[in-house]
């Protein structure tokens, strides 16, 4: 009965807080949301994979548009792979509904000459906010590591110790954080 009530409770809270993901279409943000999103529009300064540079998050019109630029040009993975950011995919979204707070985002990802290095396809944006600051942190799949995980059990009267293994999936993402 005690499991009932937490997990009753744990809705009730949910429900109040809200939390909501919202699937974009045609890359263009939803109405509804297009003022809270336009807040955030503007040039961060700070490292993706240990690389210097600036992310742009501009708007035009309703469609944002995500880039990168450095001194080397504007390839995020800066490894002359002719990366891009593509489409507004999805927006996570809290709070109530009268007070919606973007929590991240996430755009579809072209690695261009480099998509056997980066497996990812969508970029993952997390938003946070504090003191006036907003910091940005970036990030995208590089690749599924297989590695094989064993363990030992003991035996008993009817049989010895024996090991049991399996393959574990460990994804490996390359990081970024930038503010303003």
Not at 41 to 49: D, L
Not at 72 to 98: E, P, R
């Amino acid at each position: 009965m005690t499991f009932a009530k937490v997990l009753v409770a744990s809705l009730v809270l949910f429900a109040a807080v809200g939390c909501k993901t919202v699937e974009i279409k045609d890359g263009r943000v939803p109405n509804a949301y297009l003022s809270k999103a336009k807040k955030y529009e503007g040039i961060y300064s700070g490292r993706f994979n240990g690389v210097a540079g600036e992310l742009i998050l501009n708007f035009e019109g309703n469609k944002p548009v995500m880039s990168f630029r450095n001194e080397m040009g504007t390839d995020i993975l800066n490894n002359n792979c002719q990366s891009y950011f593509g489409n507004l995919k999805t927006v996570h979204i809290t709070g109530k509904k009268s007070n919606p707070k973007v929590d991240a985002i996430e755009f579809e990802f072209n690695s261009g000459r480099c998509s056997l290095m980066v497996q990812g396809r969508r970029m993952y944006i997390d938003f946070k906010e504090k003191n006036g600051a907003t910091t940005l942190k970036v990030s995208v799949l590089r690749e599924m590591r297989q590695r094989r995980d064993c363990r030992w059990y003991p035996g008993d009267n009817h049989r010895p110790p024996y090991e049991h293994c399996t393959w574990v999936q460990d994804p490996v993402y390359l990081y970024g954080t930038f503010a303003r």
